[in-house]
């Protein structure tokens, strides 16, 4: 079986920036590769002593090695009052390649207080346009958010969080293009009882095996919102769960005072046939990237870009 262990020590994440953005928190590092380079889609939120007008947006970050970036322009930002993603913009999730991309990410409304998954596309990361909402609602599948998606012999799955009964669940849907249109599903990943995944579960990302088959990162946390980071390994249409470990892959350190007990990955990225690097943050503020390393079977597929 696949054996993901994570090798080396956590490397802390530098954000340069222009003036203006220096006091933002800095959330939700996606990263991909790009011609040798590192392109990093963020959310940016202005600080605040009053919640409501602390607004998040989306901005483009790159890097040369994967650890310091520039942050430059808003790439997507909030719509009007009335819009789904009227009070910020949230948990980017890039798919495709330079010439054709996808962003999945989640939209706040403050008047229905909800969010909602949303997409965005264009030829590059820094000529997104907005392309709307990416399900119809069904009931069930509440505060959609925090998309990874995965390529199948039938076009693309997703994996995505919603709220159910006071707890975060894995949903999935499937389409046979990005653009949908995007069927629910049944998802392979639930909760388990005693283990650190026991009542709360999100996606992170996902990377793909040369056999076809997918890891997908995930969070999962107890009742009690300890949040940590998993793994599980995926057939190829990523509708069985072929290896998912009790303990969890990465966890918090050095917390202090009044930090939240939180590891929580936002995306992985390929670096060779037998590694990947996980980007994620601790305590909600502490952002970092490590390397895990895979070993069992043939390899990680570098050339299949983000899904």
């Known amino acids: 079986m696949t054996t993901a262990q994570v090798t080396g020590e956590p490397q802390l994440l530098e954000f340069r920036r222009p003036a203006d953005l220096a006091d933002f928190f800095v959330l939700s590092p996606f990263a991909v590769r790009s011609g040798g380079r590192y392109e990093m889609l963020l959310r940016l939120v202005n600080p605040s002593k009053d919640p409501a007008k602390k607004v998040?947006?989306?901005?483009?970050?790159?890097?040369?090695?994967?650890?310091?970036?520039?942050?430059?322009?808003?790439?997507?930002?909030?719509?009007?009052?009335?819009?789904?993603?009227?009070?910020?913009?949230?948990?980017?999730?890039?798919?495709g390649r330079p010439g054709s991309y996808s962003v999945f990410y989640s939209g706040y409304n403050a008047v229905h207080q909800d969010?909602?998954?949303?997409?965005?596309?264009?030829?590059?990361?820094?000529?997104?346009?907005?392309?709307?909402?990416?399900?119809?609602?069904?009931?069930?599948?509440?505060?959609?958010?925090?998309?990874?998606?995965?390529?199948?012999?039938?076009?693309?799955?997703?994996?995505?969080?919603?709220?159910?009964?006071?707890?975060?669940?894995?949903?999935?849907?499937?389409?046979p293009r990005l653009e949908g249109p995007w069927t629910f599903g049944s998802s392979p990943l639930a909760p388990?009882?005693?283990?650190?995944?026991?009542?709360?579960?999100?996606?992170?990302?996902a990377i793909r095996?040369?056999?076809?088959?997918?890891?997908?990162?995930?969070?999962?946390?107890?009742k009690e919102a300890a949040w940590r980071i998993g793994y599980a390994l995926l057939d190829p249409s990523a509708t069985v769960v072929l290896e998912r470990p009790d303990a969890p892959l990465i966890?918090?350190?050095?917390?202090?005072?009044?930090?939240?007990?939180?590891?929580?990955?936002?995306?992985?990225?390929?670096?060779?046939?037998k590694n990947a690097c996980v980007y994620y943050s601790i305590a909600d503020r502490r952002p970092y990237r490590i390397n895990v390393s895979i070993a069992g079977f043939a390899g990680l597929d570098a050339t299949s870009s983000f899904c």
């Open 192 to 205: 388990r009882l005693n283990d650190f995944d026991s009542w709360h579960l999100s996606p992170s990302s």
């Open 56 to 95: 998040s947006r989306i901005h483009l970050a790159s890097s040369s090695d994967g650890i310091a970036f520039d942050i430059g322009r808003e790439v997507i930002g909030p719509g009007s009052p009335d819009d789904p993603d009227g009070a910020g913009c949230e948990d980017p999730t890039v798919v």
């Open 209 to 222: 095996c040369s056999d076809g088959t997918h890891i997908l990162f995930y969070n999962g946390a107890s």
């Open 251 to 273: 966890e918090p350190f050095d917390l202090t005072g009044d930090d939240t007990d939180i590891a929580f990955a936002a995306s992985a990225v390929v670096e060779d046939a």
């Open 115 to 175: 969010t909602m998954m949303l997409r965005a596309a264009g030829d590059s990361l820094c000529t997104l346009t907005k392309a709307g909402p990416v399900f119809q609602s069904d009931g069930l599948h509440r505060n959609t958010k925090e998309a990874a998606v995965v390529t199948t012999p039938n076009g693309f799955r997703m994996f995505f969080e919603y709220a159910h009964d006071n707890a975060s669940l894995i949903g999935v849907a499937d389409a």
